[in-house]
């Protein structure tokens, strides 16, 4: 019998301990998702298109970017502020005689509450205008 109140001391001082030094639960943060995901580049319009989540494109309005042209010489770097791409960006890609990677890096997005939103980079190919095609050398 004495053993057996031992016991029951000993366990209604270790649970006592325990419940003294217990914590504070952590607090939970809640993070709102973004409804942008990625940027597109449109070469027909020659601007970079915002994609929703869901895989629509949206009217949001890029605040910046980096657009980096490499050709087989050198690589180029332009900043950007828009959707659309500058005349400075037009010009040196028109001037490009053959296929070029182009990337956008460091894009900045506005979303529907007016935050910034970063989305990842866009790499594409930039082909000119076939201003010389089918004048070939022809061999008869």
């Known amino acids: 019998m004495k053993f057996f109140s031992i ?6 001082t270790f649970c006592g301990t325990n419940g003294l030094s217990a914590q504070e639960p952590a607090t ?3 993070r709102k998702e973004s409804n942008l995901s990625k940027a597109e ?16 494109l949206k ?7 980096k657009l980096y042209v490499k050709t087989k010489r050198e ?3 332009f900043e950007g502020y828009g959707n659309s791409l500058s005349a400075e960006m037009i010009k040196y890609l028109n001037k490009q005689s053959s296929a070029t990677k182009i990337f ?10 007016g935050h910034l939103v970063k ?5 594409n190919t ?15």
């Open 119 to 123: 989305l990842p980079d866009v790499i």
């Open 75 to 77: 690589t180029k770097e």
């Open 59 to 65: 009217e949001n309005k890029i605040a910046s970017y």
């Open 104 to 113: 956008f890096t460091e894009i900045s997005a506005v979303d529907d509450d």
């Open 41 to 56: 580049f449109d070469n027909t319009e020659r601007k970079l298109m915002v994609v929703d989540r869901f895989g629509n």
């Open 7 to 12: 016991i029951i001391i000993l366990f209604f």
């Open 126 to 140: 930039w082909f000119p205008d076939c201003s010389n095609c089918g004048k070939g050398d022809k061999r008869r």
């Open 28 to 30: 939970i943060k809640v």
